[in-house]
């Protein structure tokens, strides 16, 4: 499911927590409301706050995490292409068609991760024509003490390349733990089960339910969104391979 699919239904347990309440309230005998109740009620659901608070914190700091990692690594990535490009350069005209597959390559891996189609995710995974660069590079044959170090040098630039493509690919995958995100939902349903139950249904406090509620699942969102860096609202920019791309084959 999208992020969006997910936070609709977060609001919808949430919210439903607090109609729930509202309902406990009218089918319960008074003295299950009294002040004793409430007081009770009050530290069992402060406890609960503040695990929910703790648990929300892990997911920021996961999603954050997560897309920094992605985003270092995209840099990391761009900066590594730019040094092979240079090092074909210095390497003499033999290396040309090399530095032209490597140009395809980016453009190849620039489409892959930021398709024109926003409906289809990104993806990272190396392709059979993205890896017809290594055997160009090895199959050169250099003449002298000069080309053949320019040859080592790019043959171990261009394998720190693929690994880090190969690391984009595998941290694609949601580092947010499902449970998690399960327990977390139904321990704000608790909550707003519990604030409603104690307080007269009344406009005002409807409203402001269904406020906090949207916020709640606002929040579940952009963890979601930062959790998928290469697709939905809140995506990595394009920007350092398109410089990079800029730089190649001069």
């Known amino acids: ?27 319960l005998p008074e003295h299950h409301l009294s002040q004793e109740s409430k007081d009770v009620v009050k530290l069992g659901m402060g406890l609960i706050a503040t695990i929910a608070a703790l648990v929300l914190s892990l997911l920021i700091a996961s999603a954050k995490s997560s897309f920094d990692t992605q985003r270092n690594g995209l840099a990391q990535l761009s ?60 199959n050169l044959s250099p003449k002298t003490d000069s080309q053949r170090t320019l040859q080592a040098a790019a043959i171990k630039t261009l394998t720190d390349v693929g690994q880090e493509r190969m690391l984009l690919s595998a941290q694609k995958s949601s580092s947010i733990p499902v449970p998690f995100l399960v327990v977390l939902v139904f321990w704000l349903a608790l909550l707003f089960a519990s604030f409603s139950m104690f307080s007269k249904p009344n406009l005002t406090v409807a409203i ?16 979601l969104e930062l959790d998928h860096p290469f697709d939905g609202l809140i995506q990595l920019s394009s920007d350092p391979l398109q410089r990079a791309l800029g730089q190649l084959g001069r």
Not at 123 to 133: L, R, V
Request: proline share 4%; with cysteine.
């Open 1 to 27: 499911m999208s992020p969006m699919e997910i936070s609709l239904i977060v609001f919808g347990v949430v919210f439903g927590g607090a109609l729930l309440g509202m309902t406990l309230r009218a089918l």
């Open 79 to 138: 900066a590594n292409i730019m040094l092979l490009d240079r090092i074909l350069a210095h390497y003499g005209p033999e290396a040309d068609g090399c530095r032209k597959q490597l140009r395809e390559n980016v453009e190849a891996l620039i489409d892959q991760l930021w398709p024109e189609n926003r409906d289809q995710a990104g993806q990272a995974q190396p392709t059979g024509k993205s890896e017809q660069i290594y055997e160009q590079i090895q």
């Open 208 to 223: 402001a339910l269904l406020l906090c509620a949207l916020s709640v699942a606002g929040a579940i969102f952009l963890i």
